[in-house]
Each structure stands twice: as structure tokens, then as C-alpha cells.
């Protein structure tokens, strides 16, 4: 797709020097750039990467994985009895 854009005085002084800054890129591979990051739904790799977040939305922990995520810990009694104190 083509198409024009206007950009603001502030905005166009903004984009020339973040070309220059970057020679690797172009205003169209900015521009691209911009906005997939803006219109594509966010994923948080780190959480993902951890298996606490699905990108699809999809929990792919097994049953046993999802009951192992819930049973308590004897490192839990130590949270447990600081959260009593209080």
C-alpha cells in the first residue's frame, strides 16, 4: 500500500533524526516498523518464556503442571507466617 502522510514541523525534525541516527533504516521500514508495533497485539516474551502467559491465550500446562502451579510449599510457610504477623 502506498499512501501520503502529514507529519507536524516537531514530528518530521523527530523522524529525520532518528534516520540519521539510524542509517540501516528507511522512512517507509520506520513507518512499518511503528506501526506494527502499535496495531499487533503486545506480547510479553518474558512471561511467556516463563509458561505463565499464553500469546494465543491458550493455558498449555498440563493438568499436572496446573496442580503442581497450586500445591503449597514448604517455602509457603515462610510467606504465610510474615503475612500473620501483620
Do not use: C, W
Amino acid at each position: 500500500m502506498k499512501a501520503s502522510i502529514y507529519l507536524p514541523k516537531e514530528l518530521e525534525i523527530l523522524v529525520k533524526n532518528y534516520l540519521a541516527d539510524h542509517p540501516e533504516m528507511t522512512l517507509s521500514s520506520l513507518v512499518q516498523e511503528a506501526l506494527e508495533s502499535k496495531l499487533k497485539p503486545r506480547r510479553n516474551r518474558i512471561l511467556e518464556l516463563a509458561g505463565f502467559v499464553s500469546f494465543n491465550g491458550v493455558d498449555r500446562r498440563t493438568p499436572q503442571e496446573k496442580a503442581d502451579d497450586l500445591r503449597e510449599r514448604p517455602e509457603d510457610e515462610i510467606v504465610k507466617r510474615g503475612l500473620d504477623r501483620r
